[in-house]
């Protein structure tokens, strides 16, 4: 489930620091850890997630614009084609509930596959979205490219409905390993950050 932290004036009062990720390539997001097993995800926009793990309180005193996302995350609806290999990679494909690309728009053979078995179901482009669908599924996120930002109606309105949007910003990365390092925000949202480690660890020693 998503929703937007209330701004009760108190900033983020019940998180203890704990520690940060270790990045070596990526400079757009970053992960702060707290106890308890919550993390904080920040994109270079200005986007702020706190992943809550499974079974743990939502913290009171969040900033009002922080994004919280309650593990597991499912039904999520995937319009950025460049990141859909790394759910592959982490076998995270089961959190994607719905696709912006029709089933001949992917590239990843595992994708096409899911929304032929109708594990993902197309759910309008970008700027079309379909929004009575994506409600009805329970959306709990949407992954958008750059290109969300030349539809801001179609991004107002899916967060009218309780759907929160970020942005895909690996596509900025200016070295191939940090685009590559994006692999560890996924593992963060489907809880598994050790397989992203482990993925991004293969894809450095093969570079």
């Known amino acids: 489930t998503a929703s937007y932290g209330k701004n009760t004036g108190e900033k983020n009062n019940d998180l203890v620091y704990a520690g940060s990720m270790e990045l070596k390539y990526a400079e757009h ?11 904080l995800l920040k994109i270079s926009d200005g986007t702020k997630i706190l992943v809550v793990p499974e079974a743990k309180e ?18 999520i609806y995937l319009v950025s084609t460049g990141v859909v290999d790394m759910f592959y990679a982490i076998d995270a494909l089961d959190t994607i509930g719905f696709s912006g690309q029709k089933e ?6 595992s994708a096409r596959e899911a929304m032929r078995k109708g594990d993902i179901i197309y759910a309008g482009s970008y700027n079309t979205p379909d929004y009575e669908l994506l409600v009805s599924g329970n959306c709990s ?18 967060e009218g409905f309780g759907i929160p949007v970020i942005i895909d910003y ?30 991004f660890s293969k894809q450095v020693a093969v570079l």
């Open 58 to 75: 939502v913290p009171e005193g969040l900033e009002g614009d922080i994004i919280v996302l309650e593990q597991p995350v499912k039904n």
């Open 29 to 39: 997001f970053s992960a702060d850890y707290y106890e308890g097993g919550y993390t």
């Open 141 to 158: 996120l949407s992954i958008q490219g750059p290109m969300i930002l030349y539809a801001p109606e179609a991004r107002e309105m899916l």
């Open 104 to 109: 001949d728009g992917w590239y990843v053979e």
């Open 170 to 199: 690996s596509y900025y990365e200016s070295h191939p390993l940090g685009k590559v390092e994006w692999v560890k925000f996924i593992g963060v949202l489907a809880g598994k950050e050790e397989e992203a480690n482990e993925a």
